[in-house]
């Protein structure tokens, strides 16, 4: 993806056409919802941080992990603090085996996720235990699977098999190593 056009005088429409093209081919039925969320809530630059976000989320779901990365980097370029955005290069940097980068943008973006936040906090805590235990930095790892596990809703319930299962392996690891628990 080339993503200087987006540093040109009219970025938020091309990021918005861009975008748009995006939802189209990854996921159509959501394009409403998302532009509606759009009108009269941003002005042009949270709105361009926005569309960058959900952008990078669209390269991300379509299996683009570098590009996800370049959009994302594009996104906090506008707003460094944008949660959501940092969750998303720290997914991306995490498929493409960048784990220290994963820990690094999971970390920053627990910065910036309210308290009361919880599916956000699940996701963050999620991923950086998932980077961890790539590292095989199994007490950490585990020790992030145990405060992601507090946040899964009813909804996400799915989600609990798979950290279980990595969980799983990081004790029986630790344990095989003879390591201590805590």
Do not use: C
Not at 3 to 20: I, L, Q, R, W
Not at 53 to 81: H, M, R, T
Request: aromatic share 12%.
């Amino acid at each position: 993806v080339n993503t200087d056009d987006f540093d040109k005088d009219n970025a938020v429409s091309k990021a918005g056409e861009t975008f748009n093209k995006a939802l189209e081919r990854v996921f159509p039925e959501i394009r409403e919802k998302l532009e509606e969320s759009f009108k009269d809530k941003y002005n042009a630059v949270s709105m361009r941080d926005s569309v960058l976000s959900q952008l990078g989320w669209a390269y991300y779901l379509k299996g683009d992990y570098d590009a996800a990365v370049k959009i994302f980097d594009k996104a906090l370029l506008e707003n460094p603090v944008n949660a959501r955005s940092l969750t998303g290069r720290g997914w991306a940097f995490y498929q493409l085996g960048k784990q220290n980068n994963a820990v690094s943008d999971f970390t920053s973006a627990l910065k910036f996720i309210e308290p009361e936040d919880g599916d956000k906090l699940q996701e963050v805590y999620r991923g950086r235990g998932m980077a961890y235990h790539s590292m095989r930095r199994y007490d950490e790892s585990i020790q992030d699977f145990d405060r992601a596990v507090k946040y899964i809703s009813e909804n996400d319930k799915g989600l609990l098999g798979e950290i279980q299962m990595t969980y799983g392996w990081a004790l029986v690891v630790i344990l095989l190593a003879g390591g201590a628990l805590w």
